[in-house]
Structures are given as C-alpha cells and as structure tokens.
Nanobody, 129 residues
Framework: QVHVQESGGGAVQAGESITLHCTIS????????IGWYRQAPGKEREGVAC????????TYSASAKGRFTIYKDFIKKDATLTMSSVEPEDTAMYYC??????????????????????WGQGTQVTVSS
C-alpha cells in the first residue's frame, strides 16, 4: 500500500524559512517524480515545485522560483521543500504528490490531474506579517 505523508508545516513570520518533508513508502522511490502543490482558502490548487524521478529537472512556479528549493533524498526516501523568504501569500495547505515517471511531462506543467498519482493529506503553512 502506498503511503505519502507530509510534515513540517507550521506558523512562521514573513522573511523566515521553513522546510516541508514528504515521506513515501510502498512504491519504488526512484521510479517516481515528486511534486509539491498548495491550496489557499478560496483558491484552486496550484503547483509550486517538482523534481524528476532521478533527482534532476527541478522546476518551480513563478512565485516559488528563487525562494523555494526541492530535493529528493534516495536514502531516506524523502522529498523536501525548503521555503525561504516566505510571504503571507505563501499561506496555504501544501500537498506532496508522487507521480510515475511516465507522467513527468504532466507534473512539470503542474497539471491539476495526473493519472496514477499518489497524494498526501497535506500540511498547513501559515505566514504572518
């Protein structure tokens, strides 16, 4: 059984950093690309960062570029999203998704619908000014 679990969310001040973790079990880790999406109240879910199955090809949304860093740890089977210089606009529920490598092109475009994707339950990040 596949299990995707986010952790590390919390309340931070604007300008600070926070690192989210995505722990995955039940699948062949090196065959899956990983993405981070977020959803703020009243808004649609949007992609912020993703990384290819081999650990390369890191891609960021315009709002995340230059501030967020995604990393895939093959030993821990963990993917992290480090968010720096956070802003109140970064307040959202953050979701991790594991995507079969054949659907990398969809993930890289932050498609809202990806076949055979495994989603976590999310972790909340709240940024105060």
């Amino acid at each position: 059984q596949v299990h995707v679990q986010e952790s590390g969310g919390g309340a931070v001040q604007a300008g600070e950093s926070i690192t989210l973790h995505c722990t995955i079990s039940g699948l062949t880790f090196d065959q899956y690309s990983i993405g981070w999406y977020r959803q703020a109240p009243g808004k649609e879910r949007e992609g912020v960062a993703c990384i290819g199955w081999g650990g390369g090809g890191a891609t960021y949304s315009a709002s995340a570029k230059g501030r967020f860093t995604i990393y895939k740890d093959f030993i821990k089977k963990d993917a992290t999203l480090t968010m720096s210089s956070v802003e109140p606009e970064d307040t959202a529920m953050y979701y991790c998704v594991a995507v079969e490598k054949g659907y990398w092109a969809l993930l890289r475009r932050f498609s809202p619908r990806i076949p055979s994707a495994y989603w976590g339950q999310g972790t909340q990040v709240t940024v105060s000014s």
